[in-house]
């Protein structure tokens, strides 16, 4: 955005190039609130939907093509498990709220698909049998909530990268502190340091980490606030040999599972307490957890097992895997806390934003979904 402005660019990363971790290897929900049910405030949901309803628009705009051919075809089904920090008939309130908001926003039309009509069905009794016969799920709802393939959005984010002249990347390149000309010249020109070198001045600078964004505030004169959490996640990603008609299920609220089918031959799948690799509250996360090949694949299968348990048709990705990849990134929240807790601030992820000392930005983008919407915010403050 900066760049098309005008802007001379320049983007650092650590990796080899940009969208390689949690950005990636995510399941692509455009969240409009639904998981957050745990948040009757209705206070997470205010704050993701604006991003939710407008991410296709501006991620359009950005990768120049549409997102037609990567978003989900089936509406999201929540199940409701018996020990959800959620009763039932909490869940299903909370879901008739958010429908409500949706229908009288200005962008509901501007969601992945038109959600200006939003109902939240509860599924019947054989509904539901026809998706789980677990005594564990004690109700099902179906809400118009979608995702988009992450990995193929990814490659087309890294090709518009490439092709914008203005736009220098420094790719393996780890951002070590943030050093300013001038202490009493706060929208004074700042320097990068990293691991090879002193870079700069520039005239603005924008942290948009997740894994030790708060280690680099510091330096420059942001003390870290509040609670936070680090947790390294996660997720299996499959292809199948021929198409598979899987439903996009979330089994809620808490540390459970989800699947997600992008177009019946890619899928993505996770079991929250099997890819949980760390989870940290320091300033600076650990070292990202490193697995052998025995370890994959003992969670590969483990979580396919988990949720077939819910699930029976999830047996059949077994049978007719051509690829399988278990990947996924640092996952940064200002929360902490376990799922099965209804006390967690992991429940509600409203406190997420744009923090700014002088020509110095610091972004907690909160969601995948919520990133482009952020990305503009800052984008028109600077222009």
Known sequence: MLARA???VTLFDAADRPFSAASRWNEGKIHLGFMYNADPSLKTLHQLLP?????????EDLIGCSLSGAITSADD???CHARSVVPAAAMSEY?????????????????LIDVSNCRVTRLTASELKSITGSPDIVAGFRAPERSVSTTWIGDRFV?????????????????????SASAQDIFGPRYVDTDRARH???????????????????????QPAGVWSNRYRLSLFIRTSRPLRLANAVITTGPFGDIKNYNDRDFYLSWYPLGLMADSSAVSPPAQPQ??????QEICSSVIDKLEEFMPAVGELRQNISQMDLQGGWVFAAGQGQLSDPNSTLHRRSDFGVVQSGS?????????????WLARKIADSIR
Not at 200 to 222: C, E, F, H, K, M
Not at 291 to 296: A, I, V
């Open 6 to 8: 005008g802007a001379e």
């Open 51 to 59: 991003g939710g309803l407008l991410f296709k628009s501006l991620t």
């Open 77 to 79: 089904v929540y199940l």
């Open 95 to 111: 879901f008739r709220q958010v429908a409500q908001v949706l229908r009288e926003h200005p962008d509901s039309k501007r969601y």
């Open 159 to 179: 090709e518009a990268l490439s092709a914008e002249s203005r736009i220098e990347q420094r790719m393996n390149t780890t951002v070590t502190a943030i050093h």
């Open 200 to 222: 700069g001045p520039y005239d603005w600078i924008v942290n948009s980490l997740w894994q030790g964004r708060i280690a680099i505030d510091a330096t420059a004169g942001l």
């Open 291 to 296: 697995l052998d090949d025995s370890r994959k």
């Open 360 to 372: 110095y930005i610091s972004v907690d983008t909160g969601k995948y979904s919520t990133a482009p």
